[in-house]
């Protein structure tokens, strides 16, 4: 790598790969189980005495002991076991672990608990005890309309006009009508909570893919989409489901067109919405940290330093309840955004040489967690670890964290691809590679523009590093002048702050301008606002 070879870093740091995760998903279930869901299993499966539950117990054993999956050393170790025989005893061992699971967990979810209900429901109609499951439908479709769980009650709907169309029971003459009303309220319930759900997903995925929107086209592009697929009358719905998903979509879609105020009310009305119904902060726990997330960048965007500490401090709060710790999913979902939150936290105080004590950590953190990462999520913290080293003027380091982004082949987040090679380029500048800055300025240049994330910030940017290659050292103050005279204005172009979002180019040039380190640039805009504010 350029890196590599002029930087002469050789990687000594502890840089964060994309988790290298073995493919089988039973050695990836295995990995994924805590001290206690271990124990709960061997209790599990000991109940049965069988051969077949004793091999089982002991290929448990073997992969639980393995840092790495190799079948190779498996076979080794199992050696009673031939290789068609591993791959049946696999498929065995990981059912049963989902068994042992489904017990273990089925009173810390109201969706397992539900099914379950469902099941004993159906046992009961298959045994002929029509009026034993109907009292168990019923107690389960109560329970569901309590929590709002409108998703769970067609089957039990369906089960119980199965018994009642099949069977005479004492109900018939009252149930027949009002069942038929109860099932065309819940589909068209489910109708709309679909609807409204499917362009929130639809909106946040087009964010993955492309960023924020980067001209009037996309701009167009998103408005249109917005339009054709919000449901008539959205506004008027006063269920969780629906105003949820609803201020979901306005969120993505503010964020999308970089109204970055309608992003931060939209995302108040969505957590607003789960403080309005506690009871379903622990019904849907992910959607509730997820508001939170989106709350704290809306914060962070506005600078808004009072109510961003605020907000994190609340989160920090949150992820040590119970509720938290004692899911992977949860846990590991908040340190990511706590994460990020307290980088952000030091981008805009410009305490970047102090942020870097978070990065061992964090790192530390991520390798133990690997499971549980997806790429997105390792792509965002890559680029905010290049942004805390460039900021402290650590640029081969920036450099390194940056590649990481640069060669990674997801196809996610074409805007942080494109900025990061925008930054790579600034930090060989600061290094003052000469010799590289002619083709990286031609390749970044290329790369954005096939990308079409070419803004005029972006383009003057490229230029004038072009340019400055050839420009004496003494006469560069005059040039980065008019260069920070040239972008300012676009500071409050909503197709140009994207670029501001990304990168503070503004403090880098001004740093540039006033001989001084980038980060005590931000530090004294931070110390002023905050003076503003007292």
């Known amino acids: 790598m350029i890196a590599e070879t002029l930087a002469g870093s050789g990687f000594q740091k502890n840089i964060t790969m994309m988790p290298n995760r073995s493919a089988d998903i039973l050695f990836q279930l295995i990995k994924s189980l805590e001290k206690a869901e271990k124990r709960h299993f061997k209790l599990y499966i000991n109940r049965s005495s069988g051969k077949e539950e004793l091999k089982i117990v002991r290929l448990f054993d073997v992969l639980d002991k393995m840092k790495e999956y190799d079948e190779k050393i498996l076979l080794k170790r199992m050696e009673d076991v031939t290789k068609p025989q591993l791959s049946n005893l696999k498929t065995h061992l990981y059912k049963q672990i989902l068994a042992s699971l489904r017990l273990l967990k089925s009173d810390d979810s109201l969706d397992l608990q539900l099914n379950e209900q469902f099941d004993y429901a159906h046992i009961l109609y298959k045994k002929g005890l029509f009026m034993q499951s109907l009292r168990i439908i019923e107690r389960a479709k109560e329970t569901a309309r309590v929590n709002q769980k409108y998703n769970f009650l067609p089957q039990l709907i369906a089960l119980e006009k199965r018994i009642e169309g099949l069977h005479i029971t004492r109900h018939i003459h009252t149930r027949a009508d009002a069942l038929s009303l109860e099932a065309n309220e819940v589909n ?35 408005r249109r989409f917005m339009t054709q697929n919000l449901p008539s009358g959205a506004w008027k719905e006063t269920g969780f489901y629906e105003r949820m998903y609803l201020f979901q979509s306005y969120t993505w879609y503010a964020f999308i067109r970089q109204d970055f105020l309608q992003y931060y009310r939209y995302t108040q009305k969505w957590v607003d919405l789960f403080h309005e119904q506690p009871l379903m902060i622990r019904v849907e726990t992910g959607h509730y ?18 109510q961003f500490e605020k907000t994190l401090k609340q989160m920090v709060e949150f992820s040590l309840s119970e509720r938290v710790r004692e899911n992977d999913n949860f846990r590991v979902q908040l340190f990511i955004y706590i994460s990020q939150a307290r980088i952000n936290q030091h981008f805009m105080r410009g305490t970047f040489r102090e942020g870097l004590s978070l990065v061992p950590s964090i790192e530390k953190e991520l390798a133990e967690n690997e499971i549980f990462l997806d790429s997105h999520r390792i792509l965002v913290l890559n ?10 003027g650590d640029y081969n380091t920036s450099i390194d964290y940056l590649q990481q982004i640069i060669n990674d082949k997801t196809n996610l987040r074409y805007d942080l691809q494109c900025y990061a ?9 600061e290094l003052g590679n000469d010799m590289l800055m002619e083709s990286l300025t031609k390749s970044v240049f290329r790369f954005m523009t096939r990308m079409k994330n070419l803004t005029a910030i972006e383009e003057a940017m490229i230029r004038f590093l072009r340019n400055s290659i050839t420009i004496p050292a003494r006469q560069l103050k005059p040039e980065f002048e008019k260069f920070l005279q040239q972008i300012k204005h676009l500071e409050n172009n909503r197709y140009q702050t994207r670029a501001f979002a990304y990168l503070d180019i503004i403090s880098w040039v001004e740093s540039k301008v006033y001989n001084k380190p980038m980060e005590a640039i931000i530090h004294e805009k931070y110390l002023a606002s905050k003076r503003r504010a007292e």
């Open 383 to 392: 680029y905010k670890f290049a942004m805390l080293y460039f900021g402290s």
């Open 421 to 429: 090679r925008l930054v790579h380029l600034l930090a060989h500048y």
């Open 188 to 222: 068209k319930h489910i109708d709309k909570v679909a609807r409204l759900s499917n362009l929130a997903l639809q909106l946040f995925s087009w964010f993955v893919q492309h960023g924020h929107a980067r001209d009037e086209y996309d701009e167009k592009d998103i």
């Open 289 to 306: 940290i997820k508001g939170i997330h989106n709350l704290l960048n809306a914060h962070f965007d506005l600078r808004n330093h009072r």
